[in-house]
């Protein structure tokens, strides 16, 4: 079936640090993939995503680029504040099948100043 | 700006008291999804409406229930609470049930059982 493995957290990271959140995927077709942020007693927002192989998603200095070789989508961002401090999930959705998100598990991010 | 609002954000019920939460949005999406989160997982889905067709995950437990009467709005029944349902719901609309659409999130009812 259709799911996502991403890096357990947490992760600390002092401000203006380097961000990577790796995230691989399994998919029985051909997956659209995206990333959420969850702040505090929030819902989830869309960060970035992407819908077809090589793409990079973009948002508020975050990348991440879609590897079908790798099946992976990680997420990176040069200079992390603390203002990013919240959950990060990943997700993918395949058509064809039930169009449902899969979610991985979700890595806590805490930004130090 | 277009949305999803969630009613009410906390809710307290007594253990077996049914309850009812809240969902409307502003983007005239075709799709509303309702996810069970518990405490640092991820969201599961518990059921999906497509227009008036409605889309029962296989997992989900008979407990919960669900309805859409109109575009704008959709309602999570649950009939008979348990200490294990408490967590945060998590209402989401897609323009259509297409893999490269965005579902775009409610803030979430979250729900305490004494």
């Known amino acids: 079936g259709d799911s996502v493995t991403q890096m357990e957290g947490p992760v600390t990271l002092s401000e203006e640090a380097f961000l990577t959140i790796n995230c691989t995927y399994t998919?029985?077709?051909?997956?659209?993939l995206f990333w959420y942020v969850q702040y505090p007693g929030e819902g989830l927002q869309l960060l970035l995503k992407?819908?077809?192989?090589?793409d990079k998603g973009s948002n508020k200095g975050f990348e991440a680029t879609y590897r079908k070789e790798t099946t992976s989508f990680h997420l990176e961002k040069g200079s992390v504040q603390v203002s990013d401090s919240a959950v990060y999930f990943c997700?993918?959705?395949?058509?064809?099948?039930?169009?449902?998100?899969?979610f991985g598990k979700g890595t806590k991010l805490t930004v130090n100043p | 700006d277009a949305m999803v609002i969630q009613n009410p954000r906390y809710q307290v019920t007594q253990f077996g008291k049914p309850v009812t939460l809240s969902c409307s949005q502003t983007?005239?999406?075709?799709?509303m999804y309702w996810y069970q989160q518990k405490s640092s997982q991820a969201p599961k889905l518990l059921f999906h409406?497509?227009?008036?067709?409605?889309?029962n995950e296989a997992d989900t437990p008979d407990n919960f229930q669900s309805r859409r009467p109109n575009t704008s709005f959709c309602f999570l029944d649950i009939r008979s609470p348990g200490l294990g349902d408490a967590a945060m719901y998590l209402c989401?609309?897609?323009?259509?049930?297409?893999?490269?659409?965005?579902?775009?999130f409610g803030p979430g009812t979250r729900l305490t059982v004494l």
């Open positions: 989401a609309t897609s323009r259509d049930r297409v893999s490269t659409d965005t579902q775009y």
């Open positions: 998919a029985t077709g051909y997956p659209s």
């Open positions: 992407a819908t077809k192989a090589d």
């Open positions: 997700a993918l959705s395949v058509q064809g099948g039930s169009e449902k998100l899969v």
């Open positions: 983007l005239n999406h075709n799709v």
């Open positions: 409406y497509y227009d008036k067709d409605f889309n």
